[in-house]
């Protein structure tokens, strides 16, 4: 944990600065969630906003915050006599709790009593949208509220005020950040030093899982590891390494307060690329390099987008792959038959930073209006940015055969799409580069150690380990 003064310090801003709203806040803490029955449940994860005002990592927690008292109370129950025998011994609650500087601890049946009295003095009841099941039941039994009301009950006073004190890190928070890019890193050092032919995928996994456990870490998110790129979330690991194959490794480690890391990098397997991947490597290379160099305060990160958008077109012309006016291609959308997606998101304590509260609260200024445009429709983070911010800047580019199919079908953007020369792209797979970044007061700072990136150094460190 931090220390208590932390937790204290984000409860008051919250009460006196961000939520300047009558009525009490319910942050509901997460539950164990059981794989196939309760006593065998996954890794528990507290919810991050409970966790980034009420500081306590364990289940079964519920914080309220009196916005006209004052005053935060935190309830839960002590362990019992079997949890001991079964887990070990827990902290008492009173002291967990004080060590997050929170005076007032009671049971959950008294939860449930201060909820009707504030229901019948028709108080105002903020919480944020419920992403699990079980709190959806919760909040259902709790407040009186349907299951199906609960989405268009939720508090946007309350979303608004955690999304502008979360989305600034202060330098503790930027610490822990930085011990998870570390991690990150690590294991793509990892990645790249035994991506050998011959190799399967799910070694390097292991490798990767090796050292996420031996750090006391997690992975912040299910990674990627895979010589089929261009499947932007892949989770399985069916392939063996072949040389001449691209693997294109996104994965990311947690700090040990739960902040994120999330890094993709790709490896030539056999430690040279060919022209073609070279020269698409370079072209993602070149995006998210005008990308970084572009970043400020004030900058609408969805300028910075669309910069990178036009530097990956600028290349592909280059490579014969596009065609016509960079400018006015990025504008029609077509580069995006390969850089389907954002550039990036904003990351903390989850690795795509609050985007339960909703990812245009998160992402977007209210004078912004998210476009429907195929490719820019998923840009999560578009306002302009702020000293504080964490980010990714993730440019890729991407031969998915069944988007090149149905666009060469339809001929969309053929003025600008050279379909012939994609064709001999396609089993390339994908390229994408993600590091990691702080906005500062003049510019911005990549996170973390070093990771090689430039082509000679990918190369040179392709498989290094295997035979050294
Ligand atoms: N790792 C998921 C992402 O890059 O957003
Ligand atoms: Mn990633
Ligand atoms: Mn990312």
Not at 130 to 139: Q, S, V
Not at 161 to 184: H, L, M
Not at 324 to 332: I, S, T, Y
Request: with cysteine; hydrophobic share 40%.
């Amino acid at each position: 944990m931090f220390d208590a003064s932390t937790y204290r310090s984000r409860r008051r801003t919250l009460i006196d600065q961000e939520c300047p709203q009558s009525g009490v806040v319910l942050l509901l803490g997460n539950q164990r969630s059981p794989r196939n029955y309760p006593d065998n449940s996954h890794p528990f994860r507290q919810d991050s906003t409970f966790l980034y005002y009420f500081g306590l990592d364990r289940p079964d927690l519920y914080g309220l915050i009196d916005l006209d008292a004052g005053t935060s109370t935190l309830y839960g129950e002590d362990g019992s006599l079997e949890d001991a025998i079964w887990s070990g011994e827990q902290p008492s609650l009173r002291d967990e709790a004080a060590a997050a500087g929170i005076e007032s601890v009671a049971p959950v049946s008294e939860l449930e009593e201060v909820l009707t009295t504030a229901r019948s003095d028709e108080r105002a009841l903020h919480f944020l949208s419920p992403y699990r099941a079980e709190h959806r039941l919760r909040l259902e039994s709790l407040l009186g509220i349907r299951t199906e009301q609960l989405d268009a009950s939720v508090s946007e006073p309350l979303i608004r005020a955690v999304v502008r004190q979360r989305s600034v890190k202060t330098e503790a928070e930027i610490d822990q950040i930085e011990t998870a890019v570390e991690r990150t890193v690590r294991l793509h050092e990892y990645a790249q030093r035994y991506a050998t032919p011959g190799t399967p995928e799910r070694e390097i996994l292991a490798g990767m899982t090796r050292l996420v456990a031996a750090a006391e870490s997690a992975f912040s998110f299910t990674p990627t590891c895979s010589v089929r790129g261009e499947v932007l979330h892949n989770h399985s690991y069916p392939n063996t390494l072949a040389e001449g194959d691209l693997l294109l490794v996104d994965a990311g480690a947690t700090s040990p307060l739960h902040y994120a890391g999330d890094i993709t990098r790709v490896i030539p397997v056999g430690g040279a690329f060919s022209a073609r991947q070279r020269a698409v490597y370079e072209a993602v290379l070149a995006a998210q390099s005008a990308a970084i160099e572009a970043l400020a305060p004030g900058v609408p990160f969805k300028e910075i987008h669309l910069l990178a958008a036009r530097t990956l077109t600028e290349h592909l012309i280059e490579i014969g792959l596009m065609r016509g006016d960079p400018e006015a291609a990025v504008d029609a959308g077509a580069h995006a038959l390969f850089f389907p997606h954002g550039l990036g998101h904003m990351m903390g304590l989850d690795v795509h930073d609050m985007e339960s509260l909703g990812e245009n609260y998160v992402g977007y200024a209210d004078d912004q209006t998210r476009s429907e445009q195929f490719g820019l429709h998923t840009l999560r983070l578009a306002r302009p940015l702020q000293p504080g911010f964490v980010a990714t800047v993730e440019p890729g580019c991407y031969f998915i055969p069944p988007l090149v199919e149905r666009w060469r079908d339809e001929r969309r953007h053929a003025s600008f799409i050279n379909y012939d020369r994609v064709e001999d792209f396609l089993g390339l797979g994908g390229v994408r580069l993600e590091d990691d970044v702080l906005i500062t007061k003049d510019g911005a700072r990549v996170l973390g150690p070093a990771l090689p990136k430039s082509p000679a150094q990918v190369e040179a460190r392709a498989g290094s380990a295997v035979g050294a």
